[in-house]
Each structure stands twice: as structure tokens, then as C-alpha cells.
């Protein structure tokens, strides 16, 4: 791809750290660890590896240091010498009933905690942005989860599309990201992955980095 001239794609990664019946979230380790990972490895061409966070898992407790996270990258000087659209930020997060991966089409702006988060919060049928609508009312990425989940599959990876990310801390984070994105002129994806009992953390790293290789293949 990079002998067409494509600007370099720029990809912030964010996992979670742990949360109720989630003692040890892979993401965080997966997020942790990947720059050092894809050293060894060898950045994709075409890939820029922005910045990696781990946020807590935390709905309204959360939100500021999520958009603190999403200001820095924008104030970095990687943004300014790419254009927005050349922008994706990539958020992990587990699924402890999952047995493959999967890439997340949408999100709704309901936020109905099954359990509290880790900061206590457990709301029931809220807006996750009430001047936003209702809590019917769905964001969808701009990119193509069909194309990005053939591609994972032909690289051997167990992945699927979803249209349903829950309606706990990855889908509130989700939703607020996928907003960002339409009004910076970004992009935004949502991954979830099974826990490191389920796919191996080895597996759940090679296929962090074919996603990054992915994400960066797109025209």
C-alpha cells in the first residue's frame, strides 16, 4: 500500500483496566504491551502507533480522562502533520463470554450497567448523551467491519461482526468515541476480545497487530 502514496494512518489504541468478574482484562495487558510488541515485531508499513491508554472502567466517572485522551493525541504534533480522516482510534475491550473476536459495527446511547462500574455507577435506561436523543438512537463506525472482519478471518483469526457492543462501559466509551470522531473528522472502532484463558495472550497479540495491518490497508 505504501508504494501508492497513501498518508500514513495514524492508530490510537485504548484496553480497560479490570471490572467487576474481571479480575485481569487482557486489554490492558494487550495495551500495554504493544508498542514493545510491534518493536520486535516490525511496525506495518503505513502504520503510525499513536498513543496506548488503559482506561478504568468507568461510565460518567470516566468521560473526562477519556477526553482528556482524545485532546492530547489531537494536540499532538502527529495530528497536525496528518489529515483527520488518516486518524483511527482503536478501543479493546473484553468480552469474558466471548470465544472469538469481534469487530463492533455500532453503538447506542443507552447505558444500562448490569453491574456497578468501578466507580460505582450503575445506571439503568440513561442517554448516554441526552442532547443526542434518545436511548434508542445508534452510532455506526465509518469503517468497513465487514471488509476488516474477512480480512482477520483470512489471516486465520476466530472474528466476527457484531451489531451489539452491550450496554455497559465498552459501549458508553464506544458511543463517545464514535461522536468525537464525526466531529474531529476522525475514525473510531470498537474490538472485543475473550479473555486470555479463552484465545491465548500470544494470539490476542498477533492479532492486534494484523488489525493494526488492516486498519492501515484501507483506502
Known sequence: MGSEGLPAVTIHVTGFKKFHGVAENPTETIVNNLKEYMKKKGMPEG???????????????GVSPLYQTFQSAI?????ESS??????????????GATRFAIEHQAVNEATFRCPDEMGWKPQKVPIIPSDGGISRVRETTLP???????LAKKGYEVMTSDDAGRFVCNYVYYHSLRFAEQNGTKSLFVH???????????????????????????
Open 75 to 79: 494536540n499532538s504534533k502527529d495530528y
Open 47 to 61: 502504520v503510525v502507533l499513536g498513543s496506548c491508554n488503559v482506561l478504568e472502567a468507568a461510565g460518567q466517572g
Open 83 to 96: 489529515s483527520p480522516e488518516r486518524i483511527i482510534w482503536l478501543h479493546l475491550g473484553v468480552n469474558s
Open 193 to 219: 476480545v475473550p479473555l486470555f484463558l479463552t484465545i491465548d495472550e500470544e494470539t490476542q497479540m498477533q492479532f492486534a497487530a494484523s488489525l493494526l495491518e488492516v486498519l492501515a490497508s484501507l483506502d
Open 145 to 151: 467491519v465487514e471488509e476488516i472482519t474477512k480480512s
